[in-house]
Structures are given as C-alpha cells and as structure tokens.
C-alpha cells in the first residue's frame, strides 16, 4: 500500500493549486484522508482532513481558501488551494487510515510530499 501524491509547483500570490493523493495497494477500505504540511523550520501541521462520509475539517489558516475532496472508488484525496499566500509555501503531506488485504488492520500511511511554493 502506498501513498503517491502530485500537483505541487511554484505559484505567485492569489494564485491557484490542485494537489491530489491517491491510495494504491490491495486496498479494503479507506477511512479518513487528509492533508498536513510542513515549512522549513516548523513542524508539521494539519491543514484539512475529510472522512469517507464527506465530513470536512479545516484548519483556522485555509478556512475559505481551501477546499478539500475525495473520490472514494478511486481512493484519492484532494485539495484546491485558491488564494494562496507566502506563508502557504510547504511540502505538502497526504495521509490516510486504511486497511488492506494483506491484515484487515486499521494503520495509517503517509505520501511522500509534495512541496508548494508560494512567490513572486
């Protein structure tokens, strides 16, 4: 089971991004997705998370601006990031509780990050 996430780049102020992550393996079911970032020097942080049932959580920082969604027959999470500023600039992380074939466990995967840059 792996994580595999794309969409980051270079972006100027006001601007627009899409990421995505899509979960692959031998999967049973996926739970909650979301996404967490981290700046160079802080830690990592929770930006928005969503549940299989479509149940939404934001962070205070990209309330309004971000938006995130899920495609559960494709396993993929994703997150529209309109009005991006400076301080958005991070590597991106998709995450997911799933569990798969191989133990019908319950474990969480991360992807491998994804870094946004917000400049002009």
């Known amino acids: 089971v792996q994580l595999q996430a794309s969409g980051g780049g270079l972006v100027q102020p006001g601007g627009s991004l899409r990421l995505s992550c899509a979960a692959s393996?031998?999967?049973?079911?996926?739970?909650?997705m979301g996404w967490y970032r981290q700046a160079p020097g802080k830690q990592r942080e929770l930006v928005a998370t969503i549940t299989i049932g479509g149940s939404t959580n934001y962070a205070d920082s990209v309330k309004g601006r971000f938006t995130i969604s899920r495609d559960n027959a494709k396993h993929t999470v994703y997150l529209q990031m309109n009005s991006l500023k400076p301080e958005d600039t991070a590597v991106y992380y998709c995450?997911?509780?799933?569990?798969?074939?191989?133990?019908?466990?319950?474990?969480?995967?991360w992807g491998q990050g994804t870094q946004v840059t917000v400049s002009s």
């Open positions: 393996g031998r999967i049973f079911s996926v739970d909650v």
């Open positions: 995450n997911a509780d799933l569990i798969s074939y191989n133990n019908f466990r319950r474990q969480n995967y």
